[in-house]
């Protein structure tokens, strides 16, 4: 079976919800990213993954897969007939991928992970001061569509309504982009997202407690 490490409401909810849309069985462990520990036994997260970050996607023969990007992907071709992903060969396979690049890029490593990591106002002013500008792209692409990458869910509107969750705490209200509120609206009335959001949420409240 395979085994998801994630941390509550990190990038990492985009492969739960990845899993659930594909309807594909995993255990899931609680890594804390923050000790380096793993919830259920207390082990150092940092020998599951050197890299100390969720997701680590480990796999039936018990390699491990890292990365937002390529866990999803793999994710999506283990059920290649839920569309998941566009297949090898179809266009829309490397619009696919553009869009995972960007999120992670863009909006995860280039202002969410500064904003969660350093919560110093002086080395956030630049990702602050980008971020506006950063959110136009999906805003405008999503404006007159359903989905980024064709005409259904993808893993990738999978990562962008992670990563539109988390602008809110961040200090970011997406109200200023109506298309993007819509969108992720949109992705909440999905069961898969309604149920990946609601579990790590429970999950995060064990954190404050």
């Not at 969410?112 to 405008?140: H, M, N």
């Not at 992720?184 to 954190?207: C, D, N, S």
């Amino acid at each position: 079976m395979l085994q998801l490490y994630f941390f509550p409401m990190a990038c990492s909810l985009s492969s739960r919800i990845a899993l659930l849309e594909a309807g594909l069985d995993a255990q899931y462990h609680f890594a804390h990213i923050w000790t380096k520990k793993v919830v259920d036994d207390g082990s150092d997260f940092r020998g599951v993954s050197p890299k100390g970050a969720v997701p680590v996607l480990v796999l039936e023969n018990g390699e491990r897969l890292t990365e937002c990007a390529a866990v999803l992907q793999y994710i999506a071709d283990l059920k290649p007939e839920m569309g998941l992903a566009p297949a090898f060969g179809d266009p829309d396979r490397y619009r696919l991928q553009e869009w995972l690049s960007f999120i992670a890029a863009e909006i995860h490593k280039g202002f969410l992970y500064p904003t969660f990591w350093y919560r110093d106002d002086g080395s956030l002013a630049k990702p602050r001061a980008r971020i506006a500008q950063t959110l136009s792209v999906p805003a405008e692409h999503v404006a007159d569509r359903e989905f980024l990458v064709g005409d259904r869910f993808t893993v990738a509107d999978a990562h962008l309504a992670w990563a539109l969750l988390l602008l809110r705490p961040a200090g970011v209200d997406i109200a200023q982009w109506p298309s993007l509120s819509a969108y992720l609206e949109r992705m909440q009335t999905r069961p898969a997202v309604r149920e990946a959001i609601a579990t790590e949420m429970a999950l995060r409240k064990t954190l404050a407690a």
